[in-house]
């Protein structure tokens, strides 16, 4: 059984949501003032993107789209304003082609908002050191197709930053047991938090349990690796609460429901389609004035389930609600 900290590094696992309750601003909102704040908002400031990879969920996605200095100052204002604390800056597509990376995160801090980064890595380069140390954490991201050679060249000259390194691994149809045992045994000698171990989420088909058998019984140590599969899920919710505490801002200026959205209808968009869309950043502080959640019901395939029902179990009147 995965141990609780090394857990709490992930979401959309299928467990307890125990965030969501160890976060008193927000449980405080919801149980005063009947409002879901923006707690958590993840950023895709870009479509650029230096690769490829025939699993990409955003293949589709415009790769020219991204997000002015301007408009991304507006983004972290107006969250700020509604009680954002954190922002997750990733894909999209690769973060660290905004040339505006060093500045935004800057920003961030300087408005009480924590960040975390995930970068497939191959573009990290010393200059990135003071950015790298104003992060919470830092997740790289890994798969079958990796050239580990190159990637682990670029990873180990920063590892010495100050930030909670992990890796999330993405497992394919074909899984390449060797890139996959080095990534583990690297995160294991560099004193990474975790590595998060997915298959492939448009064609969720690789056993994990079977997987972790055999890396076990290669010899690598798994201490460290949350294995995540992905091939229970529910349909969406009508109700879609999460929508409103953990919402994605496209690089085309649209808000949007949780990072599932390019798979999360049939056949999958493998782009943030337009009607998922819940509204543009202009339109930040009215949407959650009026706690306009997204309609979910929709949704052919979510992972957040557990989110929306503790959400909502604490947003609705309850009677005896002292009889535990």
Not at 267 to 293: C, F, L, T
């Amino acid at each position: 059984m995965q141990n609780n900290k090394t857990s709490s590094y992930t979401a959309a696992s299928g467990g307890f949501p125990i965030k969501i309750f160890k976060n008193l601003d927000l449980i405080s909102a919801i149980l005063n003032h009947k409002v879901i704040k923006p707690i958590h908002i993840q950023l895709n400031p870009t479509n650029k993107c230096n690769l490829s990879c025939s699993f990409c969920s955003c293949s589709e996605r415009d790769r020219s789209l991204q997000l002015s200095k301007e408009r991304l100052n507006k983004i972290f204002t107006s969250f700020s304003i509604l009680g954002c604390r954190s922002v997750t800056i990733t894909g999209g597509g690769e973060p660290l082609m905004l040339k505006d990376l060093p500045w935004l995160v800057n920003e961030s801090i300087k408005l009480g908002i924590a960040v975390g980064l995930v970068t497939n890595g191959y573009l990290l380069k010393k200059e990135h050191n003071k950015t790298l140390e104003s992060t919470t954490w830092v997740r790289i991201s890994v798969s079958d197709e990796s050239d580990w050679d190159k990637l682990s060249h670029s990873i180990k000259p920063l590892i010495g930053v100050s930030t909670d390194w992990s890796f999330s691994y993405v497992v394919s149809e074909n899984p390449n047991m060797r890139t996959l045992s080095d990534a583990i045994k690297f995160a294991n000698e560099h004193n990474f938090t975790h590595v998060r171990v997915v298959n492939d989420i448009l064609k969720p088909v690789t056993n994990l349990t079977g997987l972790r058998m055999a890396i076990v019984e290669s010899g690598v140590n798994d201490k460290l690796v949350v294995w995540q599969d992905r091939q229970s899920y529910t349909t969406g919710a009508k109700r879609c609460l999460i929508s409103l505490m953990k919402p994605v801002v496209g690089a085309d200026g649209f808000i949007y429901p949780c990072c599932g959205t390019q798979y999360a209808q049939s056949p999958p968009d493998r782009d943030y389609g337009k009607s998922m869309r819940m509204g543009v950043i202009d339109n930040i502080g009215e949407m959650w004035s009026k706690q306009a959640h997204y309609d979910g019901s929709n949704c052919m395939k979510c992972y957040y389930s557990n989110y929306n029902d503790s959400l909502s179990g604490l947003i609705d009147e309850i009677d005896h609600h002292l009889f535990v």
